[in-house]
């Protein structure tokens, strides 16, 4: 893809980390979810998560995208060994969703440690068809929502003067044709093992 979103750098900035929180706790109240506990995905959705959490005065956990390989091997951080969510309302925390599957995994991490989830936030979106799919297979479906997506991003860098015409045509290209963009412009297709 010629684009990459790195949500990481937020983390240096104080003002910036506060606003996502607000804005994430904004999201959380318009949208009544009344979550009973924050969930961020590891690794980078633990800051945001437990910044809301703080926010919102309420319990935090991170979930791992597979169980650790020692110790306790937990794929939950932050309950107990002989714990589980008791049906306790979780919103995951992500801090970028593009085809929605690690994001979905979590969701399902949560509800296999009996949390009702059914909410995931994140930080942005490519507003990929694909997530949408991932999420809509959940059983039960979890909505998901994001303070920032691509079509905003293009449409500040558009108007800020941050990207020249041909890179913001580059960029709707690959928009319009994500799977197929990096092979139609010479990079070998990557098929997973």
């Known amino acids: 893809m010629p684009i990459y979103n790195d949500n990481r750098m937020f983390l240096f900035h104080p003002h910036a980390r506060k606003l996502i929180a607000?804005?994430?706790?904004?999201?959380?109240?318009?949208?009544?979810?009344?979550?009973?506990?924050?969930?961020?995905?590891?690794?980078?959705?633990?800051?945001?998560g437990a910044l809301l959490a703080d926010l919102l005065s309420l319990p935090f956990i991170y979930i791992r995208d597979k169980p650790k390989a020692h110790g306790l091997r937990n794929r939950i951080e932050g309950l107990d060994a002989d714990s589980?969510?008791?049906?306790?309302?979780?919103?995951?925390?992500?801090?970028?969703?593009?085809?929605?599957?690690?994001?979905?995994?979590a969701v399902e991490g949560v509800r296999e440690a009996g949390g009702v989830c059914g909410w995931c936030l994140s930080i942005f979106s490519y507003g990929l068809e694909k997530a949408a799919e991932e999420f809509a297979a959940l059983d039960p479906p979890c909505a998901f929502e994001s303070l920032l997506t691509f079509p905003v991003l293009l449409d500040v860098a558009r108007q800020g003067g941050f990207l020249s015409d041909q890179q913001i045509a580059l960029l709707e290209e690959w928009r319009a044709d994500p799977f197929g963009w990096g092979e139609a412009h010479g990079f070998p297709k990557v098929e997973k093992p």
């Open 22 to 48: 607000r804005g994430l706790e904004e999201i959380v109240a318009t949208r009544d979810m009344a979550p009973e506990v924050v969930a961020g995905t590891a690794t980078a959705g633990i800051p945001h």
């Open 84 to 105: 589980d969510l008791g049906g306790l309302r979780v919103v995951v925390i992500e801090d970028l969703i593009s085809t929605g599957g690690s994001s979905a995994r």
